[in-house]
Structure formats: structure tokens, C-alpha cells
């Protein structure tokens, strides 16, 4: 093996294991990702080196062997080929992906540049990745718009696919040190229960819901306020954020974001048939090529949490705070009194 470099601080001349380190991507909750040379194969590739948190553990370390194993499996169209998985000299743990060079869903949302099309021909992509995935016992547990990545030809693929298990890491911190909000997980996931892959559907639901209102269905200063929204609220209609949607979309949001599992579509395919289904156009007319709302703008002193942070925010004024810690308080209490309510119109009936 090659000279490994240890903290990669001049990253233009630092060698990683056999990678050449080329620029940073960027850092994520679990990990810093950097665009990387691999004079093996003479090809460009992502390299993925995870914090080191844990790695003395011989536990944690048998689980990212065994894990990865799995994960290296998983060859399908829409899934982000690992090249390599490993752990350095100095013991930072590492995946080498193909390196994706068309951005990610999450910055296409904010900027506004996907139509109706767009999002019909994703779900149905990235649908189908799921069921293969699924098929092989293995769940994503962290579906959302930043893990989806896109090619030089525009096409979709699901990135680390598994990765929040073996980091046990499901509420992130983020490189700013704010607690990220859970966005994108499924009841049964907030509430810390055991996982199939309509989990995964669920936050593919949660997918689109964003990427036809440009907001997630539920929004909270807290990562427990989300959670528990998640596993209590009903999401708010999609047709009153936006009306331009075919119709027929209302009960196809309703049914992938229903809390139970059983309710929901069993198959990422019958999911996005279903709503395929409600475009009242075929999918190669004008009308699909609607424009989508870009995603909604945080206004400032909404600073608490982040959808997807990874800048640090100013520390807000006295008042900012006390409003800030109300709106906490009162969110809490008003969904905690729901769920008390809604516990006890279970039991009467
Ligand atoms: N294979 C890849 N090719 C190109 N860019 C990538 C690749 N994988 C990740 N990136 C980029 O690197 C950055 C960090 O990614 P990372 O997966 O660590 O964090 P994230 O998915 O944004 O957040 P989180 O850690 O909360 O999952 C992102 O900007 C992402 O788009
Ligand atoms: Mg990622």
C-alpha cells in the first residue's frame, strides 16, 4: 500500500491509500467526500473517509466489514457503484465510489430546475432501485435529496446506500455542529422501531412531496418536534401548497406518507405506477414540463435546525431566542397533547 496520509490538511498534494486527493466535495454528518485519481484503473473517483468516532471498537469495526460486504453487492442502474471499501493504515474508514459529476436532487429542489416529468421519471428510477435493493434484505435508512446523485448524463443514482446503519447514525450532527432535522424519516424510524424497506418508500414519498411543493410536509425547530410529527401528524395537502397538480396526486401522497406500514404502497414500482397514473397527460406531453417550485426559504431566525446545513448560523438576538425557544415549547406541548388526544380516542373506541 501506498504512503496514507493522516489528517489530509493540503489536500492538492495529499495522497489517500492509492487515491490522489484532487479537491474536497464536501462533508456530510458522517464523513468528509473528496473527488479523488485512481492510477490503477487511470479513472476519477469519489472518496468517501468516515469520521473517526467508534474505530477503536473492534465491534464497530467487524460491523463496517460486514456491512460493506453487502453494500459492495449491489449492482443496479440507479445505484452509485462502490469501487472499494476500507480501512487505512492509520484506521480512518473509507468507501471509493464512482465520482458523479451532475450535483445531487438536493440542489436541483432549491433551485428549482425539475418539472413534472422529471420527477415521474425519478421515482420510477430510483423505485426500482429500491425493490432490487430491498429484495436483497438490504434498507437505505437515509433516502433524501442530497443522496441522490447525478451522472454527467443527467441520470439518477441512490448514494450510500446503507451507511447510516453501519455508522449508527440516523439524526446527524452536522459539520456546523447544528443537530440536522430527521426530514426524511419514516414514523416507524422516529420512533426507533425495527425496519423493512417501506421505510425506505416512505422517505421516497417524503421525495416527492418536496420536489412538487418545494417544501418537506413537515417542518420543526427541533429534531424531536420532526420526529414527532412524523409519527403523529397527517401530512398537510399537497394540492392547497400547490394547485397546478393533477388531482389524483392528494391520494397518492396520502398513502406513501401513511404511519403504518401496512398502509402504505409495498414496492417503490407500485408507487411510482401509482403516480405515474394521476398525469392526466401522457409522459411525453408539454403539460408535464411544468416547472416545479423551488424549495422554500428558510426565513433567518428560523435557525435552530437546518434542513440541510452545512453553514453556521449567526448567533440570533436575545429576543430571537426567547420567540425561538416559544415556538419550541409550544410545538412540543401541542403535539404531545395530540398524540394524548388521539391515544385516547383509541381507547374509547
Ligand atoms: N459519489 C459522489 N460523487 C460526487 N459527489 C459526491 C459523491 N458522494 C458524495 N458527494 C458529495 O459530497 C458531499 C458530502 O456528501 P455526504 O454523503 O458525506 O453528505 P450528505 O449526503 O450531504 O449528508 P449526510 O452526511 O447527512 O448524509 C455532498 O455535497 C455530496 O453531493
Ligand atoms: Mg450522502
Known sequence: MNKVVGVLRNISEEKFSRYLIQEKLGQGGMATVYRAYDPLFEREV???ILKQEGLNDTQVRERFERETKIIAKLEHAAIVPVYDVGRS???QLFFVMRYMAG????DRIQKGSLSLLDAADLIQRLGAALDYAHAKGII????KPDNILFDEYNHAYISDFGIAKLTQSSIKITSSGIIGTPTHMSPEQAQGEELDGRSDIYS???ILFEMLSGQTPFE????????LKHAIEPPPRILRINPNLPIGVEAVIKKVLEKEPKHRYHSGTEFANAFIGTLAQPLTSEANLVALPPSHVYPDDEVAVLPRSSVA????????????????????LSVCWRWIWNTVKKLIR
Open 204 to 206: 421516497l414519498g417524503v
Open 46 to 48: 469519489a472518496l468517501k
Open 140 to 143: 437505505h435508512r437515509d433516502l
Open 313 to 332: 448560523p449567526q448567533r440570533p438576538s436575545l429576543r430571537t431566542r426567547i420567540r425561538a425557544w416559544y415556538a419550541r415549547v409550544s410545538e412540543i
Open 103 to 106: 450535483g445531487s436532487l438536493a
Open 89 to 91: 493504515d492509520n484506521d
Open 220 to 227: 420543526a425547530t427541533t429534531p424531536l418536534g420532526m420526529a
